[in-house]
């Protein structure tokens, strides 16, 4: 399930996933490198879920306070 970027000024509606993804009450995740704010991820997993998703999980390397 790909999500492709959009604008790189602000995470708000940048993230949107493919027509007809197939994630209809599935379980989604995500992969990361860093974590900072959040945003990114927050977006991204709104998208999975708006598309559908039942839960959606991140697993991130190291988290910047």
């Not at 990114?40 to 991140?58: N, P």
């Amino acid at each position: 399930i790909a999500c492709r970027s959009g604008s790189r000024v602000g995470t708000a509606g940048a993230f949107a996933c493919a027509p007809r993804p197939p994630v209809q009450a599935r379980t989604g995740g995500l992969v990361g490198d860093v974590l900072t704010a959040g945003a990114t991820a927050r977006a991204c997993a709104g998208a999975l879920r708006l598309a559908g998703a039942r839960a959606v999980h991140l697993l991130t390397i190291a988290r910047v306070a």
